[in-house]
């Protein structure tokens, strides 16, 4: 068993060295260039060719079935349109031989050959009418493709929205918007073509060559095997073509979201450039990107262009052996015009298709890749919680109790450790410590922003995992300092605590908030919009605003994370008295930098590196170094 463990290990242990040699290869090759690239965008290269290398590989099988799998009552139609294209392209074939047959009959008939005319009539009309059929049969399996490639990404989309239904709200919280708009959006966009025009098309595709070879072994077996010959030349190119390909296009893309970030930072720091003459350094840097970026792209192409070309060349070039054979045999007398004709016009009928073919591999590399970020959040483990119409009976008077919890996000890093403590109702509880240590987590944990990996957490005596999501909701108010407000009126942004609330309730809490006055002050009173996002408002003004909703809402617990994190002086004082309207028999849980807005807290505990360091009162916690030197940081003294 050691000797299995300990050759496991020096496998694991040359893995991770072949990688790193990778990764010291590829660092070397950029630092040729002597270039200034900074250590953030190296760190983004290895990391962009780490992620390439883990992620799994996935075949045309794979994806197909992942996507029928989305909506298998479309299978039968996605099959009735493989057919009907297949079916097309058979008719497709019979209008070559048929025209081949008619060029025959005029070639003899020109030598002095007589031939009945009504022959050639029946060939034209067959070909004509395999002609008509191919198009009949592909149009409506076209149709029916790009019907059910629809209904396929439309379920697609639903399927994902109905995913961030279940999935922790940490993961909405902790990525932007715009990436799960992207994934919903437009990664599902992406697969259009893959569905409508792949999935049908690239079976009938692949028919085309092998009906090709089929019927020239048919006709003659000599020539039918001449076709192979560039074979091994277009296998060899393409061998050398996707040479790393994977990782060669990680760093592509690194490269380009390198030129991007910078662009954008120039872009948006222009007037600061310019106030404080640092021109010629910002311009360096994105000068910098931009050839970062040409060396990435160059290095791919240049690694691309030989294999490209043989693959190319072969290609092109189907018939480099099956036109001279054919001619020799018919030379010979040992084929009919009509097999030199088809020997002549079906190879070069292969270039297309061929084409076709390799349009649809490149575009599968690019579908499996947009898949890898729709199956991510497809796969992402929903948080089992009791349905709606379950109620626990909470005992509004017990506080928070942490049991032993432990917590770690995706990565499996664990950045919670046996976190324990208890608050009580009508106390305030302040999480405090160095940027990084946890604080954040531990409220959105309470929250149910994610599940914790060990331990309990109780709310008023019940585990928050027996609690259904309806009704934590309706327990917890959670204001963060980046505090959203919606475009509507600030009446409707504080009734969003308390829908049914009475015009009187609206305006108490927003004078426990102290922001009944400058409402007052505003044109349109409550009535005034506050903006996209809250932007017609101060930092100050939309935070007092997001309390009074969180005093306005019936619920047990207040979690402030950052409550004053955008407010000047005055507005904090401010703040600091909506707080005080809080505390009321409810279990209020502070998560601060600014030490002086929790001095007056029941309980403190310092968090430092998902530990909990120590516990007490202001004074008390005065004696614990760390505590001390974050209270001398905020007063200026160090």
């Known amino acids: 068993m ?76 996605m099959r009735v349109s493989i057919f009907l294209a297949c079916v097309g392209e058979i008719f497709s074939f019979a209008t070559y031989l048929f025209s081949a047959y008619a060029a025959g009959w005029l070639i003899k008939q020109a030598v002095g050959n007589q031939l009945g005319f009504d022959v050639l009539i029946k060939y034209a009309l067959a070909a004509i009418v395999c002609l008509f059929l191919y198009f009949v049969l592909t149009g409506v399996s076209t149709t029916i493709s790009h019907r059910t490639s629809f209904a396929i990404l439309a379920k697609l989309r639903q399927k994902l929205f109905e995913k961030l239904k279940v999935i922790p709200i940490g993961y909405l919280v902790d990525n932007p918007m715009g990436k799960i708009k992207v994934i919903i959006m437009d990664r599902v966009a992406d697969m259009e073509d893959w569905v409508a025009h792949i999935m049908p098309e690239l079976p009938s595709r692949l028919l085309h060559p092998v009906l090709c070879i089929a019927i020239l072994f048919i006709l003659d077996w000599r020539i039918g095997l001449s076709i192979f010959v560039p074979l091994p030349i277009a296998f060899i190119g393409m061998g050398a073509m996707m040479y790393k390909y994977r990782s060669r296009m990680a760093v592509w893309i690194s490269s380009y979201v390198n030129v991007a970030d910078r662009s954008a930072e120039y872009v948006r720091g222009i007037p600061v450039i310019k106030a404080f003459v640092q021109d010629k350094e910002s311009y360096g840097k994105f000068a910098d990107a931009v050839k970062f970026y040409h060396f990435s792209t160059m290095q791919w192409w240049k690694q691309s262009w030989f294999g490209k070309a043989l693959m190319t060349a072969a290609m092109m070039t189907p018939q480099i052996v099956t036109m001279p054979l054919a001619f020799y045999l018919y030379g010979k007398g040992e084929i009919a015009v009509e097999v030199l004709i088809l020997a ?130 309706e327990e917890i108010s959670f204001v963060s300092q980046d505090n959203f407000l919606f475009d509507v009126s600030i009446r409707d942004n504080i009734r969003i605590g308390k829908p049914d609330a009475t015009e009187e309730e609206i305006i108490n809490a927003a004078k426990a908030a102290n922001c009944h006055d400058f409402i007052m002050g505003l044109p349109d009173g409550y009535d005034s919009k506050v903006g996209d996002a809250g932007g017609a408002l101060s930092g100050g003004e939309r935070q007092r605003i997001t309390l009074a909703r969180a005093i306005l809402k019936p619920a047990s617990t207040i979690i402030l994370d950052e409550a004053t994190a955008y407010a000047d002086p005055e507005n904090e004082a401010l703040i600091q008295e909506a707080i005080s309207h809080l505390v009321k028999g409810k279990n209020l849980i502070m998560i601060a930098h600014r030490l002086n807005t929790i001095k007056q807290a029941h309980q403190i505990i310092l968090i430092d590196k998902g530990r909990i360091v120590a516990r007490g009162n202001h004074e008390e916690m005065m004696e614990v170094p760390l505590y001390a030197s974050l209270w001398k940081q905020y007063l200026g003294e160090e």
């Open 344 to 473: 002549l016009i079906l190879p070069i009928s292969i270039l297309p298709q061929a084409f076709s073919i390799m349009m649809s591999f490149e575009l599968f590399q690019m579908a499996s890749n947009t898949w890898v970020s729709i199956q991510e959040l497809l796969d992402m483990k929903p948080q089992k919680r009791p349905g709606e119409e379950h109620r626990a009976n909470i005992d509004n008077g017990k506080g928070i109790e942490f049991k032993n919890v432990d917590f770690s996000y995706h990565d499996g890093k664990e950045v919670l450790h046996n976190i324990s403590f208890e608050t009580k109702a009508g106390e305030v509880t302040a999480l405090v410590g160095p940027s990084g240590g946890g604080k954040s987590t531990i409220a959105k944990l309470l929250a149910g922003f994610w599940d914790q990996a060990n331990g309990e957490i109780s709310l008023g005596g019940i585990d928050t995992r027996n609690i259904s999501f309806k009704q934590l909701a």
């Open 2 to 77: 050691k000797m299995k463990k300990k050759r496991k290990g020096a496998q694991e242990g040359s893995i991770s060295h072949s990688k790193d040699m990778k990764n010291e290869n590829l660092i070397k090759e950029i630092e040729s260039l002597k270039l200034d690239v900074p250590g953030e965008i190296m760190e983004r290269i290895q990391s962009d060719v780490e992620r390439s290398e883990k992620q799994p590989k996935i075949s045309v099988g794979d994806l197909n079935r992942s996507l029928m799998s989305i909506a298998p009552e479309y299978k039968g139609r």
